[in-house]
């Protein structure tokens, strides 16, 4: 009894502490970035939180500058950064094992793995803005993948109380039967890693929401013979066996998203493991970031694919880059591969970060990989049918995309 009240106690103590730094470094911040927060509401600030860049109307428009203001507040409270530690560490000291951070619920995994929480109760209308684009691509050959962050076996990946507060497993239900009704071969990413003998550190990130390197190959592999099925592609699926791939291991390098907002005193690193062919490759890319920022690269995959770059060890604090080594969001990206005995056929994916190192890994069986995220890009998803001519078409959405909807697609 004693030990309870002495706990609660210091609790509330740690809880007023807590509450009047957030409101002393939130009120310095405020007035020492005055200037920022006024520039935060101009059009060349808002126009990053747009999806229509080119004619927005007045409502998105203030919608823009209304975010962008967000996060120019957010951004200029002092040690922010600190405080986002101190209360994740707050609630972990309390024994709590669904921590709030920000605008998330996450859940810590006995094991350590982090997922984030969803409450959303429907996305009926985003599966059929999908619905539409599918009817658009007529006779294409296609298919729709819906990812989610969890492994499903036919129940809730969560134990019972958190299974009761997240509805991820309702949406793919509902999203997959909507998108589903269109005719469409559906696949769900829940169910990609039941038959591998893989555990769940090997599939997903622990600091961050991603697949791993190594599960993206899976899935690529998974996503060619299905190609296979709908379009016939004759595509060597085979190659992409893991055998016939090299580790290169960056341990401890990694702090994700979800890392980030716990921070790393809960969450630890993320090993970063890259799986490079073992058998001769040659590729050219080029990828149109966003805003016309363009890169490009040829050789074999290795040089043509990895940003070596990003996987540097970050000079302060720590490297919250490193999944971007094999892509993230690019507005467009377009693989070739010159080798003799590719499938002479263009596929184009339109996909969000999930899918990037996958696109990557199919592009070492297609002539043609080209891959747009809805949300940086600038025209609807039919221009680039029109001017890339796909011989098959993958539509591979993330829930969180679908969440977020910062795209339009017709």
Request: charged share 25%.
């Amino acid at each position: 009894m004693e030990n309870n009240r002495v706990q609660k106690i210091i609790a509330i103590l740690l809880t007023v502490v807590f509450l009047a730094a957030l409101v002393s470094f939130g009120l310095y911040g405020l007035l020492t970035n005055t200037e920022n927060i006024r520039l935060s509401i101009g059009f060349s600030r808002a126009i990053t939180y747009l999806t229509n860049k080119v004619n927005p109307g007045f409502f998105e428009m203030t919608t823009a500058r209304i975010n962008s203001l967000q996060t120019a507040l957010g951004d200029s409270i002092l040690f922010k950064s600190e405080l986002g530690d101190l209360n994740a560490a707050y609630q972990r000291m309390l024994g709590k094992d669904i921590i709030s951070a920000g605008s998330e619920d996450m859940y810590i995994f006995p094991d350590g793995q982090i997922a984030a929480l969803t409450t959303r109760t429907t996305l009926a209308a985003e599966a059929e803005e999908v619905n539409a684009l599918i009817e658009a691509l007529g006779d294409t050959p296609k298919f729709f993948s819906f990812v989610t962050p969890q492994i499903y076996d036919g129940g809730s990946a969560f134990p019972e109380g958190v299974d009761a507060i997240d509805t991820g497993d309702v949406l793919a239900e509902e999203v997959l039967g909507i998108v589903g009704e269109s005719g469409i071969r559906t696949l769900d990413s829940r169910t990609f890693f039941a038959d591998y003998d893989y555990s769940v550190d090997d599939i997903f990130l622990s600091t961050d929401m991603h697949w791993t390197n190594l599960a993206a190959l899976l899935v690529a592999r998974r996503y060619a013979e299905t190609l296979n099925e709908v379009a016939d592609l004759g595509l060597d699926s085979d190659l992409l066996a893991v055998e016939n791939f090299t580790v290169e291991s960056h341990p401890q390098l990694f702090l994700g998203e979800y890392g980030q907002a716990l921070g790393k005193g809960i969450s630890g690193l993320d090993d970063i493991d890259l799986y490079i062919p073992n058998f001769e490759t040659s590729l050219s890319r080029y990828t149109n970031v966003k805003f016309d920022i363009e890169e490009s690269a040829e050789g074999d995959y290795d040089a043509a694919i990895i940003r070596r770059g990003t996987l540097e060890p970050a000079a302060k604090g720590e490297n919250v880059v490193a999944y971007s080594a094999c892509g993230l969001i690019e507005k467009l990206e377009v693989i070739d591969n010159h080798s003799e005995d590719c499938a002479d056929c263009t596929v184009l994916i339109f996909r969000d970060s999930y899918t990037a190192p996958v696109g990557n890994f199919l592009s070492l069986l297609c002539r043609r990989v080209v891959m747009v995220d809805p949300r940086r890009a600038d025209k609807p998803m039919m221009d680039y049918v029109a001017e890339y001519n796909p011989d098959a078409v993958i539509i591979s959405f993330s829930r969180q995309l679908m969440e977020d909807h910062r795209y339009t697609l017709n």
